[in-house]
């Protein structure tokens, strides 16, 4: 019998290879489960979660709300944008409040990074991390290397090529961590201004030409361009990045090869990623949010099953 | 622990014989009923079950599923140990189906309660019936008794009952386990 080896989940960087395996064999049973009829079981029907979303989600977090609903639990969201946190209340303060009612499981999405720790450290609950600033977005690498490992059997030995905005990205980070893990070869492909300095540290390396990028690889994850995390020009125009960066369909026949397109979301269609290929036999992108919800309830399951009744 | 044997691979085979036999009484030619294996330990049952009533009772297109019922138990959060799911594999819908629980030992019956939920998932089958080897009497929780009965026994708490199953079909035996502790 196997249990997750942390208390929360706050990073990949904390997890160990089992505990990568022990979630997906779990959310190989609640891909099945949210494929039946009634798409629900009972197990965590008294757990109390909290969904706290600092910084603005739709997909993270309806596909957290699906995924703790197909479970069964009592669910409760906060948006900060309509919170007391434009009053002035801290971080713990709003958490502690929260608490108070009873939460037994906090989701929590921050702008600042170690946000999600900070809070472990300071509260009585099993803590979720669902993205920290430009840190970690743990369940977004759990869903990604879930979907490799669906479609191409095993995410060992494979090539990986994350591509775009490494800098201002907490996907990119999770999921170096994770294939790293997992035993796949990583690289990261963008403007030399997107690619953090000392990156190479984490076992991994970088190309800067797209086309070679993609001859090397089995999988191609495409990050966002993130604008609104850019307080300075990054590069000359969007234009440009396209050019250089961007996916398109006559990169890809040019290939002689089929790879795994990947896609976070939200895509900025036409930027780093054309539309026809996106909606293309390549693109795992909308398996890729189905496996967000079976991924997330094996997560939130093998973390409530930690919390002893007393 | 001392080791007792209920059942040899004889009395088994003749047991298994006979609850065939009930089943094609009641379930005719099968068109409307499905078998369905509680997992872990139902599924043996099952198997052996559906091997005698193709082969020997020439029942074809017998529907035959595995079921899971580790996220409907009621202990979840309330064990020392984790619980680990199995393989569930249900390809229909059990809607207006007649419905047959397929499990090795009946005990406290809980199993059998969530069983009783987590087919509901599939559709709301017409009738549910539940076929045990063995059925520890005096031993239940909850008010469920078996429709198909193999054998039952008495056996007090610090007992277990085992069924072990073998490739070779003449090794196969039930056992009456005593824990020392």
Same mark, same amino acid.
């Given at each position: ?24 064999? /779990? ?32 997909? /993270? ?12 639990? %009592? ?28 939460? %037994? ?7 600042? @990074? ?6 472990? &450290? ?13 840190? +970690? ?7 990604? /290397? ?18 775009? %905005? ?36 984490? =076992?991994?390396?970088?190309? *800067? ?5 993609? &001859? ?21 125009? /969007?234009?440009? *990045?396209?050019?250089? *960066? ?9 290939? =002689?090869? +089929? ?10 269609? =036409?930027? +780093? ?5 996106? %909606? ?11 496996? =967000? ?5 094996? @997560?939130? *399951? ?9 | ?181």
């Amino acid at each position: 019998m196997k249990q997750l080896s942390v208390p929360h989940l706050l990073g990949i960087k904390n997890l160990k290879r089992e505990d990568l395996e022990l979630i997906y064999e /779990t959310a190989d049973h609640f891909k099945e489960v949210i494929n039946r009829p009634i798409k629900k079981v009972p197990s965590l029907r008294d757990i109390t979660i909290a969904n706290l979303f600092f910084e603005n989600s739709t997909r /993270t977090k309806l596909s957290f709300e699906l995924a703790e609903k197909r479970l069964s639990a %009592d669910v409760i969201n906060f948006s900060a944008s309509q919170s007391s946190v434009k009053k002035g209340e801290t971080l713990i303060d709003t958490v502690n409040n929260i608490l108070a009612m009873k939460v %037994d499981m906090v989701v929590m999405r921050h702008p600042n @990074v170690g946000a999600a720790e900070f809070l472990s &450290q300071h509260v009585e609950a099993r803590i979720i991390n669902a993205g920290d600033g430009t840190h +970690e977005h743990p369940t977004q690498a759990i869903l990604d /290397t879930y979907s490799i490992r669906e479609k191409l059997g095993s995410v060992t030995g494979k090539n990986v090529v994350i591509i775009g %905005d490494v800098l201002h990205s907490r996907v990119a980070l999770s999921n170096i961590y994770a294939l790293k893990l997992l035993g796949a070869k990583v690289k990261v492909c963008g403007p030399p201004s997107l690619i953090p300095k000392h990156i190479t540290s984490l =076992g991994i390396e970088v190309e *800067y030409n797209l086309e070679k990028a993609l &001859q090397w690889c089995d999988v191609a994850n495409i990050l966002r361009v993130q604008h609104e995390r850019m307080d300075v020009k990054y590069f000359p125009s /969007t234009r440009e *990045y396209t050019q250089l *960066y961007g996916v398109n369909m006559h990169l890809l026949s040019k290939l =002689g090869k +089929e790879i795994v397109v990947m896609h976070p979301g939200p895509i900025n269609r =036409g930027v +780093e990623i054309t539309s026809d290929v996106a %909606d293309s036999g390549h693109s795992i992108i909308l398996n890729q949010v189905e496996n =967000g919800v079976a991924t997330r309830m094996a @997560v939130v *399951y093998l973390l409530a099953q930690q919390i002893k009744r007393e | 622990m001392s080791t007792k044997v209920l059942l040899d691979s004889k009395e088994i085979d003749i047991i298994l014989h006979r609850l065939s036999c009930q089943l094609v009484e009641n379930h005719g030619d099968f068109s409307d009923t499905v078998l369905i294996g509680i997992q872990p330990r139902g599924i043996a049952v099952l198997k052996r079950l559906q091997t005698i009533l193709t082969t020997e009772k020439g029942i074809t297109n017998l529907a035959t599923g595995q079921l899971d019922i580790t996220f409907y138990r009621d202990d979840f959060r309330r064990r020392d140990e984790p619980l680990q799911a199995n393989t569930t594999s249900i390809d229909f819908i059990l809607e207006n189906k007649r419905v047959v629980l397929i499990d090795d030992v009946l005990f406290t019956g809980r199993s059998i309660r969530a069983a009783l939920t987590a087919i509901e998932s599939y559709g709301r089958p017409s009738d549910i019936e539940l076929l045990v080897l063995i059925d520890r009497r005096f031993s239940r929780n909850l008010p469920i008794q078996p429709t198909y009965l193999g054998k039952q026994v008495d056996a007090v708490n610090n007992e277990k009952v085992l069924v072990k199953w073998h490739e070779d079909k003449s090794k196969n035996a039930i056992h009456l386990i005593q824990k020392n502790n």
